[in-house]
């Protein structure tokens, strides 16, 4: 029998209230667990998040944990805006840890990845909303937020980034990331930790860049590059990926944990206009070929580049973060949280397009309700 990962309802059980116990009227895990319930049945304002609650009827609203009707706006978001934004994070994201480890993967399967990303809340920082950026550690086999992490701007993920390193598990496991978070120290942090690294190298790093470049332009003698092409034909368009690998700076380069730098060659053609794009981007990591061939790799950068453009289209469009104007207190990040927690309860539950999960939980409510751990019956 495989081991299940704690409901959620009682992991919001365990969130701690700010208020005192005496005349708190809305208990905090049915509000959170209202929101949340909302979000996985496409509400995406607050206002449609208090609109769901009024119209789910009283036995919904017992059965979330309210004593009284659900609460106004005006309550919601007071209370909202002064619960523990970090500690709500941090119970979420461990919940999306255990479901990501009681969910097992292919017998074949290497290890583990997560990709390390950062995302700005654009509608809450448009409104003067502190900290309306974060960094998110995602699982790359299920998709699933583990951690998220507050940050001022995108100049400090570089600073934020050592914090999320601090509060999630290493050893074993590869992390992935693009070019603004390639520095020494990130890299000397994971390989320390017995993690690896599959880092993006750009601009920042111009020493490493012009070093990798060079390799796979005049190749060094005796260097045995190794090589993979793909080629996918869909969405209109048709795009070959070359990534070609090299231990040539072995050795030579002292950026921590190198085992393998390589360079990925990406060619689009739109098939309706011939329109032709070319891109080229270098990469080095801590994988030793022996664990990591080219068709490895290119699967973690390609993996990466997909968490990526998934995560942000899920969060802008299903869930219209895009255009959230909230900006009061702790609200912006409470609220992204949530939003990662309904979509890992979907994903957990095997869904794949997240739109069409949202409307058909919002047909059938009780569903909703039943991912997270919550008995009703209609």
């Not at 708190?24 to 949340?36: E, Q």
């Not at 507050?150 to 598990?169: F, M, N, P, R, S």
């Not at 899920?314 to 949280?337: H, K, Y």
Request: with cysteine.
């Amino acid at each position: 029998m495989i081991a299940q990962p704690r409901p959620l309802i009682e992991v919001f059980a365990d969130i701690p209230d700010f208020r005192k116990a005496k005349g708190t009227r809305h208990p905090l895990p049915a509000m959170l667990s209202l929101a949340c319930c909302a979000m996985v049945c496409g509400s995406r304002s607050s206002g449609a998040i208090v609109e769901w609650g009024r119209n789910s009827g009283a036995p919904m609203a017992n059965a979330l944990g309210f004593t009284h009707n659900t609460p106004c706006a005006a309550t919601l978001w007071t209370i909202f805006g002064r619960v523990d934004r970090a500690g709500c994070a941090a119970k979420g994201g461990a919940w999306a840890d255990s479901v990501v480890a009681h969910t097992p993967a292919p017998p074949e399967a290497p290890e583990e990845a997560r990709a390390i990303e950062g995302t700005t809340l654009r509608g809450s920082k448009k409104h003067g909303a502190p900290g309306a950026h974060v960094l998110a550690v995602l699982s790359h086999r299920l998709g699933l937020t583990c951690m998220q992490q507050a940050v001022d701007d995108t100049t400090h993920e570089i600073k934020g980034v050592e914090t999320v390193l601090a509060q999630i598990v290493l050893q074993g496991r590869v992390l992935t990331m693009d070019a603004l978070l390639t520095q020494r120290q990130v890299a000397r942090t994971i390989v320390e930790q017995g993690g690896d690294d599959v880092m993006i190298v750009k601009e920042n790093q111009p020493k490493l860049k012009e070093d990798i470049a060079l390799v796979f332009t005049l190749p060094p003698a005796g260097d045995r590059q190794e090589h993979i092409r793909t080629v996918d034909v869909g969405h209109g368009r048709i795009e070959t990926r070359n990534l070609t690998t090299s231990e040539a700076l072995v050795g030579y380069s002292d950026w921590p944990g190198m085992a393998q730098v390589f360079e990925v060659g990406r060619h689009v053609i739109m098939k309706k206009t011939g329109q032709e794009r070319v891109e080229v981007v270098y990469g080095v990591t801590s994988l030793r070929p022996e664990r990591a061939d080219p068709g490895r790799l290119l699967e973690l950068v390609r993996g990466h580049w997909g968490i990526e453009n998934t995560s942000h289209w899920v969060r802008d469009v299903p869930f219209d973060a895009e255009r959230s104007q909230v900006r009061s207190g702790n609200i912006p990040q409470l609220m992204a949280a949530l939003r990662n927690t309904a979509i890992g309860l979907l994903r957990r539950a095997g869904y794949t397009n997240i739109a069409k999960a949202c409307r058909h939980m919002a047909a059938q409510p009780a569903k909703a309700l039943a991912l997270m751990g919550i008995e009703f019956e209609n």
